[in-house]
């Protein structure tokens, strides 16, 4: 029996299509995979089911009858419950008060119904007994959880509905193994009740574990919906990336060596801190050095602390023979280091304004202006912007009138006017498109031969492998192994970093 | 969106005709209330509240939920150090321009300690930095004779100075200038925006945004000591209290100018034709003939139906 | 954002800090506790039975508009309006319990409407900040000024007397204890009722984060309105207390009271941002304030530092507020 029936959503934000045409339908006792790469319009999908994102067109059936839903109260109404990527929890409150939020016990019509309320939370807090780790309780704070609790949280909110249709938007993304598993249980069993279940993830065995049948989206678009125990893994990325994905990156493509006469761009000695232990590499001039693993194993968090934006326990850095240590990114950046970070919306785009006013801080602050003179300014932005084939209509639009991988290719263009020693990389391809991706790792290469050092971090492992002259495979914040010359294999990356996790 | 209806949309679009209109209608209730003294003589009382506003426009361009309280308090304090400084004598109003902009700083220099290394958001530390300020005029009023405007300034605010305009219309003209190429044409403006509109990125790119924001709030409190001086000029003697009413007006003069509380959107410009169009109101509520409830239940009801036109929250469905 | 185990961002809730967690208005209370000890230090008469409750029918005014002001704030709101709903309030049940005569029945009466018209300047705050979407900081404001013309047009100047019935209850005794003692009970009371309810969970949730508190399902809106409108019931109940004190009326009463009240909920240890707060922690805020310039007044400072003086004090116990209430949240 159909439980949900999407035909022919879309949704624009402006200029930008975020879903052109999403096709879905979920059945009654399935786990129904959504997949796609990120910026594909799964969880604008999603969010259009749970009513939070008001569609521009198409119909939405639940149980073969067409319904309109007006917001997330509705969506609630009509038996849809969702577990948002981005989580949907008041930090202040407690992990019951959280878990019942959106149907408070009442007593009276007035007031809260303590006991009902604690009742009814700890029959979804019990589910996770013993995986769901130390300090978690019914009265604990949210905010004072763990990131992996506080997912588990959300996953108990969402459960909490106890809607015939619950979505899950990336639930298992911060959580270890024995979570992971007990939540699958969970689900094995919704579904035996008969319930739908929507469920996102980029870990290609959770959603052989637990999927059922699988929808691909691409650009916006369903592409299709398979069977997922009559198709393999290399059918469905294939279908995610399109005819370009074809590309066979199974073996590296880049040297294995570059020549080190130059010296180290880059050292790091034995580097611990929040996030990250014992860590040591040399990156030479020309390098491209990357970093592997799953999300989130210590990648990110030291090539922050590297830039002067996180916390450094104990170790050394050194630009050249330099020490570094910078104390804040103004610091590093002076001292000739450059950061691109994946996530634009936070650490890059100055919204709202210029696409110049966007590539020029860099310039600002190493060449000590005060004076900002468009005619004199354009004459070293354009060069930036063209190498790495940026499109845009005029310097003075605001950078969000750009595509997403057009902001980022402006992004990037900051660090080129006054070329830096060292550019440190944090997954700088999340959500562009694949044009924009090859025109920033044909810059990259660019920019390797002519002397950086570049660190690289990617969750793709297609990038690393393409690209990479080296890799260091990230596992539980500290490096697990190194992948050199022919070791530099799709195989070997996947194998050690799943290692220990 | 056709190029028309945006044009017709920009908040200093809409503040200029409203001002046009505003003018029309006072003309129509009282004869010669759009004549050009008269409009002089509003706009003498536009540019005290606009200088004011042009520190609290920076603070609030800034981000972060900022806001300056006490510009109300430094505007008064500043009245009464020119007035005691110069003491009715034109000798005086160098060091009274020097003293004033000195406490200006230091007041500012303050509530922007307070707000970037104690992390006070600034709605709390200017508020009770407000206090402290009344606190001072008390302070100074009872120990020390008020004091009296110097001729000069005076003159160089209610008489003509230049093309028959007053001196203090010049003054502002002159700040809008300078505002407009600060916030436009300089690292420091554009830094400004940058920490207004995404302060992470703006340190990750950088921008040392403490100091920034230290200056910012300096800058306020300077741009409100410069309004006091000038208040000082317009009332001929020092009286406690005389800025109070540039709180909270400087703000909604800014948001009629279109700039947006969130920070990292607006301008100088629309914020002096926000700060005219607030005067022209108040204009012509004192023009027409009604007691003073009658005109403020008017006042508040138009400022809310104003606001409509401005900068109205996202709704929370996308 | 995944984060790894290794990265412990947990943190282990130290008693203190389970204590603060618990009781956000520790700070406060301390706060009030040394100011107490300091009044006696200067002046033991100050603590006297008689002094107190002088202190505390001044200052009830206030604390109920700090509690006013906590609803709001609970979800990141803020009411600047919450003074000249009180002024509001303070001359429309001064003309009419006048105008009926003054007798009991007339004064509870105009009390209920005094109520009902807190209720009315709530749901056009709530309406104009939440439903319309403008900007509470200056929404509010621009209401104060409609309020106080209409509170200037009922009473234009400052004056009419309280019936004596009122003012006489007010500031006097029943079965042998200072009426005011009752109602701060009462208040207790009510609080404590009003903290169990749903409202307070969902206003300090959406305060916590508005979209999130949406895509929960929860109706935004119309719990950022049911705030205003507490906000207005208890400024209306501020109002019966100031009118009680001065027993007479004042269309500008509230004026300067309203800051004052924004000032109490940051001592009392609650985030203006929403979502972290208590009203206990108001109620010692405000009389933090009321306490501070009655320390300033004994201790002998000159008449013309006082202002300042208690200024200083107020910014002080303010930055405190803000930075223990942060130690305490998570």
């Known amino acids: 029996m159909s439980k949900l029936k999407l035909s022919g959503v879309s949704k624009a934000y402006g200029a930008t299509l975020a879903l052109r045409r999403g096709d879905l339908e979920v059945m009654a006792g399935e786990v129904h995979v959504l997949m796609g790469s990120n910026g594909s319009g799964k969880s604008t999908l999603c969010k259009i089911i749970a009513g939070s994102v008001r569609p521009d067109d198409g119909r939405i059936l639940i149980d073969d009858t067409p319904v309109t839903i007006t917001g997330p109260r509705s969506a609630r109404a009509q038996g849809i419950g969702i577990f948002y990527q981005e989580l949907s929890l008041a930090a202040h409150r407690t992990v019951e008060e959280n878990v019942c939020l959106a149907a408070l016990p009442a007593k009276a019509r007035l007031f809260v119904d303590r006991a009902t309320l604690k009742e009814r939370a700890a029959r979804y807090i019990t589910l996770f007994e013993g995986v769901s780790g130390e300090g978690f309780s019914a009265d604990a704070l949210v905010g004072n959880l763990r990131p992996d609790q506080r997912q588990l949280v959300e996953i108990m909110k969402a459960l909490a509905s106890e809607a015939p249709l619950i979505i899950f938007d990336e639930p298992t993304s911060a959580l270890d193994r024995a979570q992971v598993e007990r939540f699958f249980e969970i689900l094995r069993d919704l579904k035996r009740r008969g319930r739908g279940i929507i469920f996102i993830s980029h870990r290609m065995d959770e959603i052989k574990a637990i999927g059922d049948r699988v929808t691909i989206i691409r650009d916006g678009e369903t592409i299709t919906t398979l069977n997922l125990n009559e198709t393999d893994a290399g059918t469905v990325i294939r279908l995610m990336v399109g005819g370009a994905g074809d590309m066979p990156a199974s073996q590296s493509s880049a040297p294995a060596a570059v020549d080190a006469k130059d010296g180290a761009a880059l050292t790091v000695r034995n580097l611990s801190g929040s996030g990250f232990r014992s860590v040591s590499f040399e990156v030479a001039r020309g390098e491209i050095l990357g970093f592997g693993g799953l999300h989130g194993q210590g990648q990110s968090a030291l090539l922050r602390a590297i830039f002067g934006a996180g916390s450094i326990g104990s170790g050394e850095i050194l630009i050249g023979s330099d020490r570094f240590d910078a104390a804040s990114p103004r610091d590093a950046i002076r001292r000739g280091c450059a950061y691109v970070s994946g996530d634009r919306g936070r650490d890059g785009v100055i919204s709202g304004r210029p696409i110049i006013e966007n590539v020029t801080p860099i310039h600002y602050l190493r060449d000590r202006l005060m004076i900002a003179r468009p005619s004199k300014l354009r004459d070293k932005v354009a060069p930036a912007l063209e190498s790495m084939h940026t499109k845009f209509a005029s310097l003075f639009h605001p950078i969000n009138s750009l595509s997403g991988g057009n902001q980022q290719k402006v992004i990037i263009a900051r660090w080129l006017i006054d070329r830096p020693d060292v550019l440190l990389l944090d997954d700088p391809t999340k959500g562009i498109d694949l044009s924009a991706k090859a025109d920033l790792f044909a810059l990259i290469r660019q920019l390797a031969a002519d002397g950086l050092g570049i660190v690289l971090y990617s969750s793709e492992d297609a990038e690393l492998l393409g690209n990479a002259n080296r890799i260091l495979v990230f596992n539980g914040g500290s490096v697990s192994r190194e992948l050199t010359g022919p070791e530099r294999t799709r195989y070997n990356l996947y194998q050690a970093a799943y290692e220990a996790a | 969106m056709s190029r028309v209806t945006s044009f017709l949309r920009q908040p200093i679009v809409v503040a200029l005709a409203l001002i046009v209109l505003l003018l029309y209608l006072g003309a129509l209730l009282s004869p010669g209330f759009a004549s050009g003294a008269q409009i002089l003589r509003l706009l003498i009382v536009a540019s005290l509240l606009g200088i004011v506003a042009a520190g609290q426009n920076v603070v609030i361009l800034g981000g972060r939920e900022g806001i300056d309280l006490s510009v109300g308090g430094v505007v008064s304090l500043s009245a009464i150090i020119a007035g005691n400084v110069m003491n009715g004598a034109d000798i005086g109003i160098l060091p009274a321009i020097a003293a004033c902009l000195v406490a200006g700083a230091f007041f500012g220099l303050l509530n922007g300690l307070g707000i970037t290394l104690l992390r006070i958001p600034p709605l709390v530390m200017t508020l009770g930095m407000l206090g402290v300020l009344q606190g001072l005029l008390v302070v100074i009023r009872m120990g020390i004779p008020s004091g009296q405007a110097a001729p000069a300034l005076s003159r160089f605010v209610t008489q003509p100075l230049f093309l028959s305009v007053p001196g203090i219309i010049w003054l ?3 700040i809008g200038i300078l505002m407009a190429f600060m916030l436009n044409r300089t690292v420091f403006g554009h830094r400004i925006y940058a920490i207004g509109s995404n302060e992470h990125a703006a340190y990750m790119a950088g921008v040392p945004v403490r100091l920034m924001r230290i200056a910012l709030f300096m800058i306020s409190g300077m741009f409100a000591a410069v309004a006091g001086l000038c208040l000082l000029g317009y009332s001929g003697s020092s009286f406690a209290n005389v800025g109070e009413q540039y709180t909270l007006t400087s703000i909604i003069a800014v948001v009629f100018g279109g700039t947006s509380l969130a920070g990292g959107k607006g301008g100088y410009t629309g914020t002096m034709a926000g700060a005219f169009l607030l005067v022209i109101l108040q204009g012509i509520l004192t023009t027409v003939n009604i007691d003073e409830s009658g005109r403020q239940m008017v006042f508040g009801a138009t400022l809310l139906l104003l606001m409509m036109f401005y900068g109205r929250g996202r709704a929370m469905r996308a | 954002m995944a984060e790894i185990a290794t990265s412990p961002t947990y943190r282990r809730a130290g008693g203190l800090r389970r204590l603060l967690e618990r009781y956000p208005f520790l700070p406060a209370l301390a706060i009030v506790l040394v100011l107490l000890a300091l009044n006696g230090i200067f002046s033991p008469n100050s603590l006297s039975y008689r002094s107190l409750t002088g202190l505390l029918s001044t200052y009830m005014a206030l604390i109920l508009l700090a509690i006013a002001q906590t609803y709001v704030v609970y979800a990141g709101d803020i009411d600047l309006s919450a003074g000249s709903i009180l002024s509001l309030v303070n001359v429309a049940i001064i003309v009419l319990m006048e105008r009926w005569g003054g007798g009991a029945g007339a004064v509870l009466l105009a009390l209920a409407i005094g109520l009902l018209l807190g209720l009315a300047c709530g749901l056009v705050n709530g309406l104009v900040v939440a439903a319309l979407r403008l900007q509470a900081i200056v929404a509010t404001f621009a209401t104060s000024i409609f309020f106080t013309g209409l ?3 009922i009473l234009p100047v400052a004056g009419t007397p309280a019936p004596t019935i009122f003012w006489r209850t007010y500031g006097g005794r029943l079965l042998g204890l200072p009426f005011v003692f009752y109602i701060l009970v009462g208040l207790v009371v009510l609080l404590a009722v009003l903290s169990r309810t749903r409202l307070a969970t969902q206003l300090l949730a959406v305060g916590d984060d508005q979209q ?53 909920v940051v001592l009392g240890g609650s985030a203006l941002s929403g979502g972290w707060g208590t009203v206990v922690g108001s109620l010692l805020g405000a009389l933090t304030i009321g306490l501070i310039s009655s320390v300033v007044f004994f201790m002998g400072t000159p008449s013309e530092w006082q202002n300042f003086v208690q200024g200083l004090a107020i910014l002080v116990v303010l930055m405190a507020g803000v930075l223990a209430g942060r130690r305490a949240r998570p």
């Open chain 3, 151 to 153: 509170a200037l047009y």
């Open chain 2, 172 to 174: 502002w003209v002159a």
């Open chain 3, 212 to 264: 999130a508190a949406y895509q929960t399902g929860l109706p935004v809106v119309a719990i950022r309105i049911r705030g205003y409108l507490l906000c207005g019931l208890f400024s209306a109940l501020a109002a019966f207390c100031i009118t009680g004190d001065t027993a007479s009326g004042d269309p500008l009463v509230g004026g300067k009271m309203t800051l004052f009240s924004v000032a109490a």
